[in-house]
């Protein structure tokens, strides 16, 4: 009966010591950085080397191995989440700097028609295409959205033909959008004929893209609302179509709309599928019904193509102004979902 | 009793109260909304199918510089699946580790603003991914792909690598960038759902954090790591623009992802070659693009299946 006394704790490394060791990566790696000149990028992947080797093993020495494993992989899932934000910054940054000196009240205001060489040009003409476009995507698909989550909610409940209309509506978000533009392509092609272009295609392609997000967050909404207003609404004699719309729709339509902004800002940025329907061409063209309409994206990815310093330039600043617009819909849309939202009911 | 069912059958008439009629068209108005999605769903196949039939057996030289239509598709489904394969490589475990780290690691304060961050990658339009792909991640890259043929060069894909690094190399990191956000977003939801006794208990016997989430979180995630994996792929294999833009293309047929002359991705080819598409050539463009609704479908289909399933068998 000479058993060592059961230890029911372990040495542990000190609170600071990530910092610790963090401080000295980066010490050990600036060294070399110092002396052999390096980027700053360099030094600091050289600083993360040593501290995903040094943390780890100070750790073994100390706590164990369990512990040690503990360590490492606390400091890799760090370093993933920093790599992963990498890309959104460094495009963030690049777009801004790019496309800044290009804006200006002229990039703004004058189309590309009879603009030769390095002339400045201009992005009117994409920006009231995308507008016309989206505008009538969602002026389609918002109806449609919203009336199919009535009927999810409301009517369908856990039916079959509901479930599966939720089921399609989950695989719908999936359909690559240059396989909506073909749709659009198709189904206008197969009306009039193989030469026909028009904008109201690319709200056709738009709108099946627009419909599934705008089913998901409306029907995620109205689930929201209480059941005891639509049992004192019936107790009330208020038929069910009156109380859907007088009752379960204003109590969700903040929601609602967050969730119709977040869509559209998800679809203003499409290309591939403007691209194949819509077109692109140079000059103003306000009629959705005929004739080619050139968008932001397309716009963007047309002066790419054209592989010139100046089409660079225009491209850049199209992308500034896209991304200027997606952000700014996505910060409202969580405005309106927050000043709008309905008092918590308990 | 007799008398209440008496006063039912008496009401029954009176419910044709004003709202009677309102109620059958409302329901009905509802129910036809929600049936044209099924619909929409039903004609992008017909009407895919319908103009795409001729370019399934057109003239030869439609398909030029092939001569059939399963040649032709053959180096696109090639490209497009290494494509898709490699993004689906680097964003894994990226994904599992953004989401973990929101979930579980990142200090509880500051957990949603950071989850918010990677949504912001998704907001980012596809074309400017391409624009910056083709500018810049291009030439960044460029040192990655002499590394990797200098040192991986036994592997069939790492081929002579390509002077300006627009390979297909560098349009699936693009790739990989672009499906992180619906990848980390199913499974952060899917490990913020572990029932916390799990965790709780796990810690309790002395796991570390690391034990907890590899014995506790993990086997109740996988289902939903799968769907969300299935639904990247999704997206990886149908996103144009970025490949269109980032890689040049070449109709021939090669394994090497980090070489000049790859074939685009069934997509980008679409993108690529509407403007100068023949009547002919445009059915065929819109036959590839229904070989690609096909495959989109079903794997989209099997991640919701695999998600739906898992989820009713933890509700029971």
Redesign the interface.
Known sequence: MTAAPLALSQARLPRWAPVLVGVIALALAGLPALLSGWGSVTWLVTAVAVFLVGMPLWSRLVEGRRAAVDRLVTALIWTAFAVACAPLVWLVYVVVRNGAPAINGRFLSISMLNVIGDEQGGIYHALLGTLLVTVAATVVSVPIGILTAIYLVEYGKRSRPARLITFLVDVMTGIPSIVAGLFALALLVLVFGTAFRAGIGGSIALSLLMVPTVVRSSEEMMRLVPDDLREASYALGVPKWRTVTGVVLPTSVAGIVTGVVLAISRVIGETAPLLVVAGATDGVNTNLFDGRMTTLPVFIFSQYATSTPVGYERAWGGALVLIALVMVLNLAARLVGRIFAPAKSH | MTTTAARERTERPSSA????R??R???G??????????A??V??FV??A???WVGLTAEPDTYAPFTTFVRYLLPLIVSTLLASALALVVAV??AV??A???SH??PRSLASA?GY??D??A??????????G???LAAYLQPAHVWLHDHLGFVPIFGDPSPNGRSLFTASIVLA?MI?PIM?AISREVFLQTPRLHEEAALALGA????MIRYAVFPYARSGMVSGIM?GL??A?????AV??VLATTPTTTLNVIGTASPATI?AN??LN?KEAT?ER?SL??AT?LV??VV??L???G??WVA?RSSRRLNT
């Open positions: 109260r004003p709202g009677r309102g109620d068209v409302f329901a108005v509802v129910r036809t909304a929600a049936f044209t999605i099924l929409a769903l004609a992008v009407f895919l319908a103009e795409g475990p990226f580790a953004v973990l780290f929101i690691y990142a950071l961050v990677i912001l990658l907001a980012v339009p596809s074309v400017v991914f391409g624009l910056w083709g500018r810049y960038i992180l980390t570390t954090r690391w034990e639904l999704g997206r294999l149908g996103e144009t623009m269109a833009m997509a679409i993108a509407y009547p445009q463009l819109i693009g690609l609704f989109t479908f794997v989209n289909f991640a919701r739906g």
